[in-house]
């Protein structure tokens, strides 16, 4: 056996090992972009490690990954030692890896084809110490390209998926293909959760209909998958993603805040069902 072939085996080994400490394995997607899957991917860790769940979080959009400055780490880096790779503290029970966290200047595109990709994303599972853990959140960018199947195909016993759409026509119709994507894959579909549904005014309170409201409850009906909830669009939950300050961390008496809090008890309890 060659030493190529070796290392393979060993690798594969340490995959092995990493996952089997890790609960639960929890894969976010959506079927466009621009909907606010990573706002919802960083608040619902926030809010599983502020319920003292141990969490870690990885970005696997290898081209636009905005996991770093949403959970404010933007700037550290990924360091080494006789574990492996260790993966950055956001909270004492939430790490997080993400390709942001080894790049020297933040405006250097990454320009790679599918096959560099998996090797990326296979390191990041198997050679972090990610240690013991309750969830493990994967934020993969939009479609059902290399990142997403990667992870799938790297991740033989991953137990959950969210879906994020908007309520648009648009929107609802792509998130539709994912949710075939993990059904062909045989991944437990955990639900959908509608962000960006109506907008409260902050001047006289009422509820407008930005991008519609409804689209995917109606889509996790047709489909017959678990309905989450719905966030509205909230200033503060930009603001607060744009400072590095999850909503749930740090504004946590908004009603947005409340709303994420409550769909973030819908999926524990969905897998605590199992």
């Known amino acids: 056996m060659n030493e190529k072939s070796v290392k393979a085996m060993e690798q594969e080994e340490r995959l092995k090992i990493n996952l089997s400490r890790i609960k639960n394995k929890l894969i976010i997607l959506s079927g466009k972009g621009g909907v606010g899957k990573t706002t919802v991917a960083v608040n619902l860790a926030y809010g599983l490690a502020l319920k003292g769940h141990k969490i870690g979080i990885l970005d696997v959009d290898i081209h636009g990954p905005n996991i770093a400055k949403m959970l404010g780490i933007e700037g550290r880096k990924l360091e080494s030692s006789n574990l492996g790779i260790e993966p950055v503290e956001v909270l004492p029970n939430l790490k997080a890896v993400s390709i942001a966290l080894l790049m020297e200047n933040q405006d250097t595109p990454i320009i790679w084809r599918g096959p560099l990709k998996m090797v990326t994303i296979k390191q990041f599972l198997s050679d972090v110490n990610w240690g013991d853990l309750d ?22 016993d991953i137990n959950g998926a969210i879906i994020v759409t908007t309520p648009q026509d648009v929107a609802i119709l792509d998130s539709r293909k994912s949710v075939q994507f993990t059904k062909e894959l045989k991944i437990p579909i955990v639900g959908i959760v509608e962000n960006m549904s109506g907008f409260i005014c902050p001047h006289c309170q009422r509820e407008i209909d930005l991008f519609g409201v409804g689209g995917g409850e109606k889509a996790a009906c047709d489909l017959k998958v678990p309905f989450l909830g719905r966030i509205p669009v909230e200033p503060e939950m930009v603001k607060s993603g744009d400072s590095g300050q999850p909503l749930l961390g740090f504004k946590n008496e908004s009603s947005t ?6 769909i973030t008890e819908n999926i524990i309890n969905e897998f605590q069902q199992r």
């Open 257 to 262: 805040a409340k709303i994420m809090d409550k």
């Open 135 to 156: 969830y493990l959140i994967v934020d993969s960018p939009p479609g059902t390209g290399d990142e997403p199947l990667s992870v799938c195909q790297l991740i033989s």
